[in-house]
């Protein structure tokens, strides 16, 4: 299983709503990472968890909360959220939880908020 | 992590090779070159990374110069499919960043 899956492929949320996104990887990867990919943009880091521990946080609005329960499962808790927020967002693993490597990334999850 | 320019975009023959080149002129001594490509609503998908040495892989090549102010991937026989946005990242490795600059649009012409 070279996979990393995302739930839900689409996602559209009021700016009151409480919802989040999933990610899995059954490769026994040690660091997992989101990305937010806005249209004809790169994609941009927010989190990076090692071992199950955050390490990396890019200055990212409390709004957005990353999960990691454990090894294989990633989430990011969304809540109140603002429409500039509607963006594709990826879930990524790495076998390494520093250093080099290659990271596999999901398909993504596109997010709507109105 | 040094920073690097890759140009917007660029065109390639369907079977010609495809040469996309990058420059990274901060680059320092323990950071590697990476290439990604992501195609149209998909998730990036790595292609191939290097140090000092050339590499070669199933998908690519990775010419590196010697003094590793640049680089250029090779894909030796483009197909349509191979149409997508390609980036060229400079890696530290102490770090778990990976930081995607603008990359380069491909686009595979019949």
């Known amino acids: 299983d070279t996979e990393v899956t995302q739930t839900p492929k689409h996602l559209v949320m009021g700016m009151t709503n409480k919802k989040s996104l999933k990610c899995e990887q059954h490769m026994g990867h040690r660091a997992m990472y989101w990305y937010k990919q806005k249209a004809k943009k790169p994609p941009e880091l927010m989190f990076v968890?090692?071992?199950?521990?955050?390490?990396i946080n890019e200055s990212v609005p409390s709004r957005f909360s990353p999960e990691c329960p454990n090894s294989s499962l990633l989430n990011l808790h969304l809540h109140a959220l603002q429409p500039e927020d509607s963006a594709l967002y990826l879930c990524?693993?790495?076998?390494?939880?520093?250093?080099?490597?290659?990271?596999?990334f999901g398909e993504g999850s596109r997010l709507t908020v109105l | 992590d040094a920073k690097t320019t890759q140009p917007t975009s660029m065109d390639c023959a369907e079977g010609r090779a495809a040469n996309l080149p990058c420059n990274h002129s901060t680059i320092s001594g323990n950071e590697y070159v990476y290439w990604y490509r992501q195609i149209h609503s998909q998730g990036p998908q790595y292609i191939i990374h290097g140090l000092k040495n050339n590499e070669t892989n199933e998908m690519a090549s990775l010419i590196i110069t010697e003094d590793r102010k640049s680089s250029t991937l090779i894909l030796p026989h483009a197909t349509l499919r191979d149409t997508a946005v390609y980036y060229c990242i400079v890696k530290g490795g102490a770090t778990n960043k990976l930081i995607f600059g603008t990359g380069t649009l491909l686009a595979v012409q019949p």
């Open positions: 990524a693993s790495n076998r390494l939880a520093g250093g080099h490597g290659e990271l596999f």
């Open positions: 968890y090692s071992y199950e521990k955050l390490s």
